[in-house]
């Protein structure tokens, strides 16, 4: 079974620095999407930013990049030029790419609560 | 294009009872799944319905229970409600193939269960 892990369930940054969000995941599967999930205290969860595992290079989204080591199994999630706004919940999240198969099911982390000081 | 929509928002139960979860899914979504949130596990899958069928099921008891409509809607269903129910539900839809198939999972804004 995949499993998902966030090991820092919290962290702060000061507005305008860079802070990077660590996220390990275990598979068996060679074919698999990648994802940050952001959930505002408002509390719907959106998409920050995908990573199909078949391709080598990392997702950038603006200021949101990945760092996606498929061999370590590595998926950290780096924001750069912090705003108060990104103050949120970060879910790292696995999906299968097995259409016949668990594809509809999504793996979370146990997220990362992220405060940004002004 | 309507996101995922959610109802009820909010809903207050007694242990005992049951209840009925509704989410209708982004215009052309045909995958739907369910996740419990809750601040000591998390997010959990609970199950996901794809073309009326259900394709996969978290470990979750048989009180929870859905169906999917042939117009993608679907419900989820929570019944003999015990405390530990209490949490925020959320629904998801998604493709599962196509020229803009993405992998993306769209959430609605959840339904948020207090069981007393």
């Known amino acids: 079974a995949q499993t998902v892990t966030q090991s820092q369930p919290e962290m702060s940054v000061q507005e305008a620095e860079t802070v990077t969000l660590s996220c390990t995941y275990d598979t068996s599967e060679s074919d698999y999407y990648l994802f940050w999930y952001k959930q505002p205290p408002s509390r719907q969860m959106i998409l920050v930013i995908r990573?199909?595992?078949?391709?080598?290079q990392n997702a950038t989204e603006n200021r949101f990049s990945v760092n996606f080591q498929k061999a370590a199994k590595s998926f950290s999630l780096k924001i750069s030029d912090s705003q108060l706004g990104d103050a949120a919940m970060y879910f790292c999240?696995?999906?299968?790419?097995?259409?016949?198969?668990?594809?509809?099911?999504?793996?979370f982390g146990k997220g990362t609560k992220l405060s940004v000081k002004p | 294009k309507a996101g995922v929509t959610q109802t009820p928002r909010y809903l207050i139960k007694t242990r005992g009872q049951q209840v009925t979860l509704s989410c209708s899914p982004i215009?052309?979504?045909?995958?739907v799944s369910w996740y419990q949130q809750t601040p000591g596990q998390g997010l959990q899958f609970l199950f996901e319905?794809?073309?009326?069928?259900?394709?996969n099921k978290g470990n979750f008891p048989g009180r929870f229970s859905g169906r999917q409509f042939s117009n993608s809607r679907s419900e989820m269903n929570v019944s003999t409600l015990e405390l530990g129910d209490s949490a925020l539900y959320l629904c998801?839809?998604?493709?599962?193939?196509?020229?803009?198939?993405?992998?993306?999972?769209?959430f609605g804004e959840g339904s948020r269960l207090t069981v007393l």
């Open positions: 990573q199909e595992a078949y391709k080598q």
């Open positions: 998801a839809s998604s493709l599962r193939q196509g020229a803009t198939f993405t992998g993306e999972l769209f």
């Open positions: 319905y794809f073309s009326e069928t259900q394709r």
């Open positions: 999240a696995y999906r299968s790419a097995d259409y016949g198969g668990s594809q509809g099911n999504l793996i």
């Open positions: 215009s052309g979504h045909r995958s």
